[in-house]
């Protein structure tokens, strides 16, 4: 069974650029989230989505929004670049257990795309 | 909002075991996660805590206490390929559902 499947794997941009980054989930997986992820910072919340909903949305501004299709495959988008935007974006898709039983969201996560923002 | 803290780095020999805690904070909390990344690598899961108590699977084990928000990453017989970042992550439904990752804590195993 493919993984997660994220494009580009590396990009450089020039500040006040925008970009779409795109997240192709394990077949079958509904659930996908975006993380952005830079040193000594661990991972923070961008999105989640389910079944093309946003279900919630991190402290960023909105210069980031994201959205994902009827196939489940997901994209994020930037506006106007900052040099502080540069990180790793690392999508995560998870199969959705049923509600109120405390059971397992295991995520499992692609490899990222690298933006370096210049 | 929610928050998670979990210790910077840790440092232990081959062979040991060694515990890494997070405590968090969170008003609609549904699970405990631990995810494990190598260098270069994406996170890869290790273990959910939905419920109070243990779980094991294999040399890793991970504990929950609901009433201490409180959780650990039990790591045994420790291996140098142990060596990488291990994240707590909290399942939170406020205001829809979404995971949050702590920090991390970056492993250091030597010879």
């Known amino acids: 069974k493919a993984g997660v499947t994220q494009t580009p794997r590396y990009l450089i941009k020039t500040r006040g650029q925008q970009v779409t980054l795109s997240c192709s989930p394990i077949s079958g997986h509904r659930s996908v989230s975006w993380y952005q992820q830079t040193p000594g910072q661990g991972l923070q919340f961008l999105f989640e989505?389910?079944?093309?909903?946003?279900?919630n949305k991190g402290n960023f501004p909105g210069r980031f929004s994201g959205r994902q299709f009827s196939n489940s495959r997901s994209e994020m988008n930037v506006s106007t670049l900052e040099l502080g935007d540069s990180a790793l974006y690392l999508c995560?898709?998870?199969?959705?257990?049923?509600?109120?039983?405390?059971?397992?969201?295991?995520?499992?996560f692609g490899q990222g795309t690298r933006l370096t923002v210049v | 909002g929610q928050s998670l803290e979990q210790p910077s780095e840790v440092t232990a020999v081959e062979g040991a075991i060694v515990q890494i805690n997070c405590t968090y904070q969170t008003s609609g909390f549904y699970g405990l996660s631990w995810y494990q990344q190598h260098d270069g690598g994406a996170p890869t899961f290790l273990s959910y805590n939905g419920l109070d108590g243990l779980e094991e699977t294999g040399r890793f084990s991970s504990f929950l206490s609901r009433s201490d928000s409180y959780g650990y990453l039990l790591l045994q017989e420790l291996q140098m390929k142990d060596s990488a970042s291990y994240f707590c992550a909290v399942r939170d439904y406020t205001g829809g559902f979404k995971t949050i990752f702590g920090a991390g804590t970056r492993l250091f195993v030597k010879a």
């Open positions: 989505y389910f079944s093309e909903t946003q279900r």
């Open positions: 995560a898709s998870s199969f959705e257990p049923g509600q109120g039983t405390f059971s397992s969201t295991e995520a499992f």
